[in-house]
């Protein structure tokens, strides 16, 4: 472990896309403001818009949409209709746990954000809380030069009064991860966008969520709420008729698992990062089973559409495809990883169902098991 890395004293995050999922409000207000213009947003400007000002992704979106009008008036076209979205931005799964972590061990926190300053005060007054536990807190109209440039990490160490080296800096993107380290400080990128790890190389960590941060690693004090190899998350509800998967589940991993449709469910996958988590399973007329599942595009398989695969731990004798499905999430176990070969992958998953079957004896999963929502109708 680097010296710097044991001399961290301070945390500089980043706010849309890191603590906040301000992505699907974005594509939203694009969607209308280019569709009066009779263009469709079809999201592929989306690598080139995030961790950018305002200005910067405005000039992408007008110069590749050919639109009528300058970026200056874009901006301003755009701005009400992102103040109305703001009181509906969710904090990002972690987001909370994080700050209220830090900010409860006396670590002492900047936030840092290309986004104008008026934006990110009205953005965090929906977060109680939040505001009060940064000791800095700023926009990038309020330095020369936004990220990818330097200037706004440098000014957040100066008025912290600390070392850029004994910074970490967390960041969802390349323009905030080129920013932390032109600014000489630790960087942990957890990219907003799916499947674009391999671009964050400029980074010294890279994870899947703010739910797999591992403190202690840049000796800050460690999250302590682990159980059993478990994190509980607050719990969440998806259900539906069960479909036909991909035919591999059993056939290919041995796993039989009741898949559900992800159409009515685009915003909750958005918000849950793709992972291992477990939980209650109420299937009708049948009864309720504990059961372990994952969420993601399962990389050893390369799914191209984002999946929810639970596996109910039980033997069931027959199929029952068509038959309704509730499912309600209790915690988390891992993020979603590749594996080398098949035989490893079925060895994970299931050392997965045995830390799950043995969580859900413990009474602060075991009581979910009485939720109404297993048994509605």
Same mark, same amino acid.
């Given at each position: 472990?680097?010296?710097?890395?044991?001399?961290?004293?301070?945390?500089?995050?980043?706010?849309?896309?890191?603590?906040?999922?301000?992505?699907?409000?974005?594509?939203?207000?694009?969607?209308?403001?280019?569709?009066?213009?009779?263009?469709?947003?079809?999201?592929?400007?989306?690598?080139?818009?995030?961790?950018?000002?305002?200005?910067?992704?405005?000039?992408?979106?007008?110069?590749?949409?050919?639109?009528?009008?300058?970026?200056?008036?874009?901006?301003?076209?755009?701005?009400?209709?992102?103040?109305?979205?703001?009181?509906?931005?969710?904090?990002?799964?972690?987001?909370?746990?994080?700050?209220?972590?830090?900010?409860?061990?006396?670590?002492?926190?900047?936030?840092?954000?290309?986004?104008?300053?008026?934006?990110?005060?009205?953005?965090?007054?929906?977060?109680?809380?939040?505001?009060?536990?940064?000791?800095?807190?700023?926009?990038?109209?309020?330095?020369?030069?936004?990220?990818?440039?330097?200037?706004?990490? =440098?000014?957040?160490?100066?008025?912290?009064?600390?070392?850029?080296?004994?910074?970490?800096?967390?960041?969802?993107?390349?323009?905030?991860?080129?920013?932390?380290?032109?600014?000489?400080?630790?960087?942990?990128?957890?990219?907003?966008?799916?499947?674009?790890?391999?671009?964050?190389?400029?980074?010294?960590?890279?994870?899947? &969520?703010?739910?797999?941060?591992?403190?202690?690693?840049?000796?800050?004090?460690?999250?302590?709420?682990?159980?059993?190899?478990?994190?509980?998350?607050?719990?969440?509800?998806?259900?539906?008729?069960?479909?036909?998967?991909?035919?591999?589940?059993?056939?290919?991993?041995?796993?039989?698992?009741?898949?559900?449709?992800?159409?009515?469910? &685009?915003?909750?996958?958005?918000?849950?990062?793709?992972?291992?988590? =477990?939980?209650?399973?109420?299937?009708?007329?049948?009864?309720?089973?504990?059961?372990?599942?994952?969420?993601?595009?399962?990389?050893?398989?390369?799914?191209?559409?984002?999946?929810?695969?639970?596996?109910?731990?039980?033997?069931?004798?027959?199929?029952?495809?068509?038959?309704?499905?509730?499912?309600?999430?209790?915690?988390?176990?891992?993020?979603?990883?590749?594996?080398?070969?098949?035989?490893?992958?079925?060895?994970?998953?299931?050392?997965?169902?045995?830390?799950?079957?043995?969580?859900?004896?413990?009474?602060?999963?075991?009581?979910?098991?009485?939720?109404?929502?297993?048994?509605?109708?």
């Amino acid at each position: 472990m680097s010296v710097a890395r044991r001399l961290i004293k301070c945390v500089i995050l980043d706010l849309d896309g890191t603590l906040l999922n301000t992505d699907g409000i974005v594509c939203n207000v694009l969607k209308v403001s280019l569709g009066k213009y009779g263009k469709e947003w079809d999201g592929r400007e989306t690598l080139k818009i995030v961790g950018k000002t305002p200005l910067e992704a405005a000039s992408a979106v007008v110069e590749d949409y050919g639109l009528p009008c300058s970026p200056i008036e874009f901006v301003s076209e755009l701005s009400p209709q992102f103040s109305d979205q703001w009181c509906n931005i969710k904090a990002l799964p972690g987001a909370n746990r994080l700050i209220k972590h830090l900010k409860s061990n006396g670590v002492p926190m900047a936030l840092a954000s290309n986004s104008p300053r008026e934006s990110i005060d009205a953005k965090i007054s929906f977060h109680d809380g939040w505001k009060d536990s940064f000791s800095v807190l700023f926009g990038g109209d309020e330095v020369r030069t936004g990220k990818p440039s330097p200037d706004i990490f =440098f000014e957040a160490a100066r008025r912290l009064k600390i070392e850029p080296s004994s910074c970490l800096v967390i960041e969802d993107s390349l323009p905030g991860v080129t920013a932390g380290k032109a600014a000489e400080m630790e960087v942990v990128a957890v990219p907003s966008l799916p499947k674009q790890s391999h671009l964050f190389t400029a980074a010294d960590e890279v994870i899947n &969520s703010l739910l797999d941060l591992q403190l202690e690693k840049w000796g800050l004090p460690p999250f302590a709420d682990w159980v059993e190899r478990t994190l509980p998350v607050d719990p969440w509800y998806i259900g539906g008729p069960v479909i036909k998967g991909f035919g591999r589940g059993s056939k290919v991993l041995g796993i039989p698992t009741a898949n559900l449709s992800t159409k009515d469910y &685009s915003d909750l996958l958005a918000e849950h990062p793709a992972g291992v988590y =477990f939980g209650w399973a109420g299937l009708s007329g049948r009864g309720i089973f504990k059961m372990v599942m994952s969420i993601g595009w399962n990389p050893y398989f390369n799914n191209k559409e984002k999946t929810i695969e639970p596996w109910l731990l039980h033997e069931f004798t027959e199929d029952f495809y068509g038959e309704e499905l509730k499912l309600v999430i209790v915690g988390y176990i891992r993020p979603e990883v590749n594996f080398p070969t098949l035989e490893s992958l079925i060895a994970k998953i299931h050392e997965d169902r045995r830390v799950a079957e043995s969580a859900l004896e413990l009474p602060m999963y075991s009581s979910h098991k009485d939720d109404s929502y297993l048994r509605s109708s």
